[in-house]
């Protein structure tokens, strides 16, 4: 025989609400400790020049969602707000491109933490001609209060000038990432 508990509100033994009910089955996580949160994705909105064959930091400018402000668009950098410490993943995707139908010899996507490279993907093309090329990397990452988490790229053409891709209507350079919960 099954049960049925109904309710529109979890709470424990403090008072404290720990999810709630609108009715229609929407549940809303109420306490930090089951929440994904911080949370956060972003984008670029134009075309970005980089040195040919130098790592260079990439610029996102565009919020896609931020549920504590804790990405900054003027530096490019997201850090771990007060009482969040914990496990993170975190995910970028770049679009490499030579601006003309020239040719990428390599690229690489890399994640950095507090200014030092933490996991990158690298491609080699081996003289291939190429005209553009999407790397994406993750990682799940231990972060204390006050860690920062940029990204960076490195395109090297045979050819063209060596380029990240901003978005035009589809999701060509983004970055983002989550805290994880039970980890």
């Given at each position: 025989m099954a049960s049925i508990i109904k309710a529109n509100q979890l709470q424990d033994f403090g008072g404290n609400s720990i999810l709630t009910s609108d009715g229609a089955?929407?549940?809303t996580p109420n306490a930090s400790g089951i929440k994904n949160t911080p949370a956060f994705e972003v984008m670029k909105s134009s075309n970005q020049v980089?040195?040919?064959g130098s790592t260079t930091k990439i610029t996102f400018d565009t919020k896609i969602f931020d549920t504590d402000s804790a990405y900054d668009t003027s530096t490019s950098k997201f850090t771990v707000p007060s009482?969040?410490?914990g496990k993170y993943f975190i995910?970028?995707?770049l679009t490499h491109n030579s601006a003309t139908s020239g040719q990428i010899n390599d690229s690489r996507t890399i994640i950095f933490?507090?200014?030092s490279e933490h996991k990158g993907a690298f491609l080699i093309f081996g003289g291939n001609t190429g005209y553009y090329?999407?790397?994406n990397t993750f990682s799940i990452i231990d972060l204390s209060v006050g860690?920062?988490?940029e990204v960076y790229g490195l395109t090297n053409v045979g050819s063209g000038t060596a380029q990240v891709l901003g978005n035009t209507g589809d999701d060509r350079t983004y970055f983002g990432g989550?805290?994880?919960i039970g980890a």
């Amino acid at each position: 025989m099954a049960s049925i508990i109904k309710a529109n509100q979890l709470q424990d033994f403090g008072g404290n609400s720990i999810l709630t009910s609108d009715g229609a089955g929407n549940v809303t996580p109420n306490a930090s400790g089951i929440k994904n949160t911080p949370a956060f994705e972003v984008m670029k909105s134009s075309n970005q020049v980089v040195t040919d064959g130098s790592t260079t930091k990439i610029t996102f400018d565009t919020k896609i969602f931020d549920t504590d402000s804790a990405y900054d668009t003027s530096t490019s950098k997201f850090t771990v707000p007060s009482g969040q410490a914990g496990k993170y993943f975190i995910y970028t995707g770049l679009t490499h491109n030579s601006a003309t139908s020239g040719q990428i010899n390599d690229s690489r996507t890399i994640i950095f933490k507090n200014g030092s490279e933490h996991k990158g993907a690298f491609l080699i093309f081996g003289g291939n001609t190429g005209y553009y090329l999407s790397l994406n990397t993750f990682s799940i990452i231990d972060l204390s209060v006050g860690d920062y988490i940029e990204v960076y790229g490195l395109t090297n053409v045979g050819s063209g000038t060596a380029q990240v891709l901003g978005n035009t209507g589809d999701d060509r350079t983004y970055f983002g990432g989550y805290k994880l919960i039970g980890a």
